[in-house]
Nanobody, 127 residues
Framework: QLQLVESGGGLVQAGGSLRLSCAAS????????IGWFRQAPGKEREGVSC????????YYAHSVKGRFTISRDNAKNTVYLHMVSLKPEDTAVYYC????????????????????WGQGTQVTVSS
């Protein structure tokens, strides 16, 4: 069983940046696709980005493409989400989660495929 813990959230002004971390323990981290998701008040949880096990396949939601960068360090059992040019609409609780799936072309990181959810980290972007 994989356990995930998010960190790095905070309050920033619009245009600012943050780097979120998702630290894993308890299982073979490198076998899992890791995804970042977010949930704003009153909205459904949505996929932001996910990264494959080793071969570098990556998905970004259209709303964050060009502003967010996902990366993983399998030696440190950690996945990062570097966010720049933040907007007020990026305000949400950000979660990471894991999936034992194949991330190929066209895969859009559906929430239902993922488990081992972390507790979330709040990101607040002020205008």
């Amino acid at each position: 069983q994989l356990q995930l813990v998010e960190s790095g959230g905070g309050l920033v002004q619009a245009g600012g940046s943050l780097r979120l971390s998702c630290a894993a323990s308890g299982s073979t981290f490198a076998r899992y696709v890791i995804g970042w998701f977010r949930q704003a008040p009153g909205k459904e949880r949505e996929g932001v980005s996910c990264i494959s096990r080793r071969d570098g396949h990556i998905y970004y939601a259209h709303s964050v493409k060009g502003r967010f960068t996902i990366s993983r360090d399998n030696a440190k059992n950690t996945v990062y989400l570097h966010m720049v040019s933040l907007k007020p609409e990026d305000t949400a609780v950000y979660y990471c989660a894991a999936a034992d799936v194949y991330l190929g072309s066209g895969y859009v990181c559906p929430v239902a495929d993922f488990g081992s959810w972390g507790q979330g980290t709040q990101v607040t972007v002020s205008s």
